[in-house]
T-cell receptor, first 116, second 113 residues
Framework: GAGVSQSPSNKVTEKGKDVELRCDPISGHTALYWYRQSLGQGLEFLIYFQGNSAPDKSGLPSDRFSAERTGGSVSTLTIQRTQQEDSAVYLC??????????????FGPGTRLTVL | AQKITQTQPGMFVQEKEAVTLDCTYDTSDPSYGLFWYKQPSSGEMIFLIYQGSYDQQNATEGRYSLNFQKARKSANLVISASQLGDSAMYFCAMWNTGNQFYFGTGTSLTVIP
């Protein structure tokens, strides 16, 4: 498929465990974005990558969250010592260049994380 | 500070009628981009339309148009000839040179047959 893919689609974990969420952007897209959407809420912007670089990590909710991107392609969002308030749908998007120029962000289907 | 405000949590429109979804934004940055996204009940986010802060004309994409009033800092989405498939959540969003992307809380649109 040519779209953004995310895995797993659903993740249930116990409080205190670490989880890793994966995003595979559209081939050739240099920009990649992570968002969080809590139930019935809008999207909370977490972090973006331009290539492998994430210039601004201030959107990450806490130091338990980290993200990396390697090879200008796949990105992983890691949440350490998960808490119940981390339960949400985590959405990834990619665009050809940075969306400031109006490039469309294409979204993946999301990973639904449930922390028990 | 809230960057994007959508004041209509829910809207109803008759099929084939036009509907306007409100969005106001807050930024002191002269350069920014405004977006609208649609999120059906299936959950995927679908890009609808983009307006750059320096664009002189209102953006249009098929049945979607963006009523951009820069002085008022508003970027309302107009959907003409509503269809049943337009029923969804609609999110207004802004990207500025601070490289932050802000989403509003969304408007739930229901198209009535």
């Amino acid at each position: 498929g040519a779209g953004v893919s995310q895995s797993p689609s659903n993740k249930v974990t116990e409080k205190g465990k670490d989880v890793e969420l994966r995003c595979d952007p559209i081939s050739g897209h240099t920009a990649l974005y992570w968002y969080r959407q809590s139930l019935g809420q809008g999207l909370e912007f977490l972090i973006y990558f331009q290539g492998n670089s994430a210039p601004d990590k201030s959107g990450l909710p806490s130091d338990r969250f980290s993200a990396e991107r390697t090879g200008g392609s796949v990105s992983t969002l890691t949440i350490q010592r998960t808490q119940q308030e981390d339960s949400a749908v985590y959405l990834c998007a990619s665009s050809y260049t940075m969306s400031m120029q109006g490039d469309t962000q294409y979204f993946g289907p999301g990973t639904r994380l449930t922390v028990l | 500070a809230q960057k994007i405000t959508q004041t209509q949590p829910g809207m109803f429109v008759q099929e084939k009628e036009a509907v306007t979804l409100d969005c106001t934004y807050d930024t002191s940055d002269p350069s920014y981009g405004l977006f609208w996204y649609k999120q059906p009940s299936s959950g995927e986010m679908i890009f609808l339309i983009y307006q750059g802060s320096y664009d002189q004309q209102n953006a249009t994409e098929g049945r979607y148009s963006l009523n951009f009033q820069k002085a008022r800092k508003s970027a309302n989405l107009v959907i003409s000839a509503s269809q049943l498939g337009d029923s969804a959540m609609y999110f207004c969003a802004m990207w500025n040179t601070g490289n932050q992307f802000y989403f509003g809380t969304g408007t739930s649109l229901t198209v009535i047959p």
